[in-house]
């Protein structure tokens, strides 16, 4: 079945609030990173976390990673029009194959 | 410096024919993946290549699917006697080939077209 399952799979909110997505998976990762994709064309990396790593920010960015729980999730704060994309987060699998596994994603809509 | 490249941007074809999608990636990449991303959906690992060694193939759906890598740096993927299901974003990726640090680094992708 899917490794890297994002929750929700669509999120509409308002220029200015923080929007929050899950990600969970199913197998011992070495990392877990996120990506944005715009217009259903190539992703842009936004932020890798370690498997020894609890959180990490970057910018207006928050990760968090609960390997015991095998979930992590993704904060933006301060949403902008511009965050408008899908985001897919994508694991690493220990001992795994090579590609990354990515989930099905979570469409995000800020409203202006 | 440069980043991915994908040609063609777009690709429609006629069921049956053959298509080559070509991926130039970043020089110095020793790391590159294929994906297939099909409308909605997440994307799917098709092979991936590691400096000179044997590409794992393990993802390709089918044997109508193959991909080479000259010279380690430019890639092509071939449909042979491509099907209507084959419709899809085709996405490459390239890697510094860190097994640490797996940052991938996508082009824009082709998509493709059966009718």
């Known amino acids: 079945s899917q490794q890297g399952e994002e929750d929700p799979q669509a999120l509409s909110i308002q220029e200015g609030e923080n929007a929050t997505m899950n990600c969970s998976y199913k197998t011992s990762i070495n990392n877990l990173q996120w990506y944005r994709q715009n217009s259903g064309r190539g992703l842009v990396h936004l932020i890798l976390i370690r498997s020894n790593e609890r959180e990490k920010h970057s910018g207006r960015l928050r990760v968090t990673l609960d390997t015991s729980k095998k979930s992590s999730s993704l904060l933006i704060t301060a949403s902008r029009a511009a965050d408008t994309a899908s985001y897919f987060c994508?694991?690493?699998?220990?001992?795994?194959?090579?590609?990354?596994?990515f989930g099905k994603g979570t469409h995000l809509i800020i409203q202006p | 410096g440069a980043g991915v490249s994908q040609s063609p941007s777009n690709k429609v074809t006629e069921k049956g024919k053959d298509v080559e999608l070509r991926c130039d990636p970043i020089?110095?990449?020793?790391?590159l993946y294929w994906y297939r991303q099909s409308l909605g959906q997440g994307l799917e690992f098709l092979i991936y290549?590691?400096?000179?060694?044997?590409?794992?193939k393990s993802g390709l759906p089918s044997d109508r699917f193959s991909a080479e890598r000259t010279g380690g740096s430019v890639s092509t993927l071939t449909i042979q006697r491509t099907q209507q299901e084959d419709s899809a974003v085709y996405l490459c990726a390239s890697s510094p080939g860190d097994r640490a640090d797996n940052t991938q680094y996508f082009g824009p992708g082709t998509r493709l077209t059966v009718l």
């Open positions: 290549f590691q400096g000179n060694s044997a590409p794992d």
């Open positions: 020089s110095g990449h020793t790391a």
């Open positions: 994508a694991t690493d699998a220990y001992g795994g194959a090579d590609g990354l596994t």
